[in-house]
């Protein structure tokens, strides 16, 4: 029997209900929870290797799909489910500004009741869309880890300010809060540095590794 790494918000899932029922099915089974995936845009044409398959691309079909937004289609899913925690593998972080991605993440927390996200995060590998986004591709790591200390700044402190290389504001007021002062963080990626980062900064680690198909006799 073989196994495949799949996100729930690929594929005919992406759809309202095929979201829904997949959600529910697998709270029904006692699944803990259920992970989505991120591009913003993809490219056409992109000379970035993808570095989870050796074609150096994501592969046949997947260049050209639909792809919700993660936070949407969490959102969207986590309100026809009671139970089940919705997540993140992985939102590519240094491409979204800090502040609202805190106050979506915590506003979807809390109204979901609290200890429903995971935030799985990343820094990127297609540089193509950072570009076409913005923001500079060689400095997403740095960027990430100053955006990770915003966020939890926003989400943990009562009258927040911050002050860092790629974010700073001054005290101010950024409610919903998690339900609970915080949102568990995932570092995700392959690299030494992303284990190292995990280590530093992280609740846990999402070691990307592409698609693990195990065989079982």
């Known amino acids: 029997m073989k196994f495949g790494l799949r996100y729930a918000n690929t594929g005919p899932w992406g759809q309202g209900p095929a979201a829904v029922e997949i959600a529910q099915a697998a ?3 006692g699944f803990e929870s ?3 995936v991120e591009h913003v845009v993809i ?3 992109y000379e ?3 570095p989870y398959n050796p074609s150096g691309r994501m592969g046949e079909g997947l260049e050209d799909f639909p792809l919700p937004d993660p936070i949407i289609w969490m959102t969207y899913v986590a309100a026809n489910t009671s139970r089940i ?5 992985v939102l590519i972080l240094p491409q979204r500004n800090p502040l609202v991605t805190a106050k979506a993440l915590a506003t979807l927390d809390d109204m979901a009741g609290g200890d429903r ?9 297609l540089e193509e869309e950072f570009n076409a986004l913005g923001v500079p591709f060689a400095e997403r790591g740095p960027r990430t880890d ?23 504001f ?3 007021s950024c409610k919903p809060q998690p339900a609970h002062g915080r949102i568990p963080i995932h570092i995700g990626g392959h690299t030494n540095a992303a284990a190292r980062r995990a280590g530093r900064l992280g609740d846990g680690y999402f070691p990307a590794r592409g698609n693990p198909v195990e065989q079982f006799d």
């Not at 925690?85 to 593998?89: M, N, R």
């Not at 996200?117 to 590998?125: E, Q």
């Not at 955006?147 to 927040?160: F, G, K, N, S, V």
């Open 27 to 29: 709270e029904e089974a």
């Open 34 to 36: 259920i992970w989505t």
């Open 43 to 45: 490219p056409r044409g």
């Open 48 to 50: 970035s290797r993808y």
């Open 85 to 89: 925690k919705v997540a993140t593998g």
């Open 117 to 125: 996200v995971l935030l799985g995060v990343g820094v990127g590998w």
């Open 146 to 168: 100053d955006y990770i200390e915003a966020m939890r700044t926003l989400w943990r402190e009562d009258a927040p300010s911050y002050d860092g290389p790629f974010v700073s």
């Open 170 to 172: 001054p005290t101010l």
